[in-house]
């Protein structure tokens, strides 16, 4: 093997890994931004769950009650 060889190999070899550390560094950030979000929209959802009166969580089911019919203004 020549020196030319062997120094055409390592660069070829820093590069292969140049590439792959920023593929590496981009599935890894955008893994993190899915976790987050998911933090984000969980801690809303929470926010939003935690507002509410406590009626909307009682169950009536005596019958008595009957469904709205579907309009515009109920949809």
Do not use: Y
Not at 19 to 43: K, N, W
Not at 59 to 74: A, H, M, V
């Amino acid at each position: 093997m020549t020196t030319d060889l062997i120094i055409q190999l390592a660069q070829l070899s820093t590069i292969v890994i140049g590439v792959l550390s920023v593929g590496v560094t981009l599935r890894s950030h955008r893994r993190q931004m899915h976790a987050q979000m998911f933090i984000e929209f969980s801690a809303r959802l929470h926010n939003t769950l935690k507002i509410l009166p406590i009626e909307t969580w009682m169950i009536k089911c005596d019958g008595s009650e009957t469904i709205p019919p579907r309009n515009d203004g109920l949809t």
